[in-house]
């Protein structure tokens, strides 16, 4: 009898792992160039409060020394003195020099912050409780004493009046400024570089003197009456450079390439420019128009020479006297009457608002697309 054993041969089990599903990279983050550590801030927390005892002492106590000023001013160089001591007990020379600077520019934007604040909160502070009455904005001061009653008269004649001279500027420097912007970006040339210089040499002209140009060229040559229209051209003259000015850096900025691509279709150097920079730049070139519109609206000087005060409202700006709002706080405020006082800080409390919208909108026309 044959057995037979039957030998199975169990086949070589192959096992496939799956592919390890990939590894989801970190979020990048910005990395802190500038972080300060704790040393770091012991130091400064330290110094800031050793001077301070240091100056309380030697400038109150010791010395025969008075003053809120005088007494932030030592403290200040007593703070810097004490500060550049304690960080080079555990830093090198240039992390001091690094330091000492830090706390001189943070000193300076301080002080530029806190005296813009200062100022805006003081002419709200006394031009709100004036603004605030009904017939402020709504009548003019046309038959009104300086000295009536704060519910009678108000600034509609100046308000008006400054919109209408403003808006003469616009219209007459807004192509110059534009067109002299361009000229200076994609022209060229060596007249653009004397063009350029007189552009920013025309930025730091004090405005009394384009009030007395257009005086002398329009009133006393050509026999033309003070009026609205004769501010407006002084004023456009203040406005021309700063449009011009801003246009020019905002043009600057438009890449090359698109330019570039622009000629290579076979557009002409106009069409590459009207059609292809100038759209680019738009809302640059917004943000120059608002900043014009903003120098121009609280010219003084100008409307001063070229107009004159007036007390009624006028909405023709060939004829008579026209009144702004800059010249009616000037006025105001320089006449020595209480009431009429209060009545510039209520229009200045107007102008300031009107002032910090028109940069708002700059500010949010040069913000950065998403």
């Avoid at 003195?81 to 304690?86: D, E, I, K, R, S």
């Avoid at 007990?89 to 020099?97: E, T």
């Avoid at 002419?123 to 001061?141: E, S, W």
């Amino acid at each position: 009898m044959t057995s037979t054993t039957a030998t199975r041969t169990p086949a070589a089990a192959t096992t496939t792992r799956a592919p390890a599903p990939p590894e989801t990279p970190a979020p990048e983050r910005p990395r802190r160039l500038r972080g300060r550590t704790l040393d770091d801030k012991l130091s400064l927390i330290g110094a800031a409060a050793g001077s301070l005892a240091l100056t309380w002492v030697l400038y109150g106590k010791i010395l025969p020394f008075s003053g809120t000023l005088g007494f932030i001013i030592v403290w200040y160089i007593v703070f810097l003195l004490m500060y550049a001591t304690v960080t080079s007990l555990s830093s090198p020379r240039p992390v001091v020099v690094d330091r000492l600077a830090g706390a001189m520019v943070q000193a300076g934007a301080a002080v530029v912050a806190v005296a813009l604040l200062s100022t805006v909160f003081y002419t709200y502070i006394r031009g709100l409780p004036v603004a605030l009455h009904l017939n402020f904005l709504v009548k003019d001061m046309s038959g009104v004493r300086p000295t009536a009653p704060l519910d009678e008269g108000g600034i509609l004649h100046a308000l008006v009046g400054s919109f209408i001279e403003v808006g003469i500027a616009l219209v007459i420097s807004l192509p110059l400024g534009l067109v002299t912007a361009v000229y200076m970006v994609e022209v060229g040339g060596r007249l653009s570089r004397v063009v350029r210089t007189i552009v920013e040499a025309m930025t730091a002209v004090p405005d009394i003197l384009a009030g007395l140009f257009v005086y002398t060229a329009l009133v006393v040559a050509f026999g033309f009456p003070k009026s609205g229209f004769a501010a407006g051209l002084a004023i456009a003259v203040t406005m021309v450079p700063i449009i011009a000015r801003t246009s020019d850096v905002v043009l600057r900025v438009v890449p090359g390439g698109l330019r570039e691509a622009g000629l290579a279709l076979g557009a002409s150097q106009w069409q590459v420019v009207r059609h292809v920079v100038l759209p680019t730049a738009r809302p640059g070139l917004a943000t120059a128009v608002i900043l014009g519109v903003a120098r121009g609206i609280g010219e003084t000087a100008p409307v001063l020479i070229v107009s004159g005060a007036s007390t009624f409202l006028n909405f023709n700006p060939i004829e008579n006297t026209m009144n702004s709002l800059p010249l009616y706080i000037f006025v105001g405020v320089r006449s020595g009457q209480e009431t009429f006082i209060d009545r510039g800080f209520g229009a200045a409390a107007v102008l300031l608002t009107v002032v910090l919208i028109l940069f708002a909108v700059a500010r949010w026309l040069a913000r950065p697309k998403v």
